[in-house]
């Protein structure tokens, strides 16, 4: 087992599913022995305000905190969250996003444009954006309430982990009337 600690953040609006998400992860990672930290840092989550979950991993893991340029994945259920949070990145991190865009109150009420072209002007920072429409394929597996799934499925794609794994942690953390959309969702996410 490597040395290396790797830093996850989970970013998003409160409603989207990300503490399922991180829980997903955290099980995966403890199912392979990793010591593993998982923070749920709590916004103003019923309100839809951000949201934010550090997952750490390695063979010892003292902290469960991400400081600024640490972060080896951000994984986002939303655009703005994904550009709010980049400053969390390491130089070779990469983003992993879900298209889907959640008007934020100064957006709601008038007093702010939801900004054009994030993904591009990311990139044109030099950031590398993997972005997918975790909503069109959540909702193609049978709930859009499995965006969270879709995006985990799709930051699988990074791990050199068997998908076998990442289905028996689902079974331990999915209620059995939903897994089967979940494991479909997982699936969809991961092509």
Request: contains cysteine; hydrophobic residues 45%; aromatic residues 8%.
């Amino acid at each position: 087992m490597p040395d290396k600690i790797t830093n996850i953040m989970i970013v998003g609006v409160g409603g989207q599913g990300s503490l399922l998400a991180s829980k997903l992860l955290g099980q995966v990672l403890l199912d392979r022995g990793y010591d593993v930290k998982v923070s749920e840092v709590h916004g103003m989550s019923q309100r839809g305000g951000s949201v934010v979950t550090y997952v750490r991993f390695g063979s010892k893991v003292y902290s469960p905190i991400v400081d600024r340029g640490e972060a080896d994945f951000i994984v986002s259920f939303e655009l703005l969250e994904a550009a709010r949070y980049a400053e969390y990145l390491a130089p070779d991190g990469r983003i992993v996003t879900n298209t889907q865009q959640v008007d934020p109150m100064p957006v709601i009420t008038g007093a702010a444009a939801y900004p054009d072209d994030l993904v591009k002007k990311m990139q044109n920072l030099g950031i590398k954006v993997d972005a997918l429409d975790c909503l069109s394929l959540a909702e193609q597996a049978g709930t859009a309430k499995a965006v969270n799934i879709v995006l985990m499925g799709h930051l699988s794609k990074y791990f050199d982990f068997p998908e076998s794994e990442w289905t028996a942690a689902l079974e331990k953390i999915v209620p059995a009337k939903f897994l089967d959309v979940n494991k479909k969702a997982f699936a969809l996410g991961k092509r």
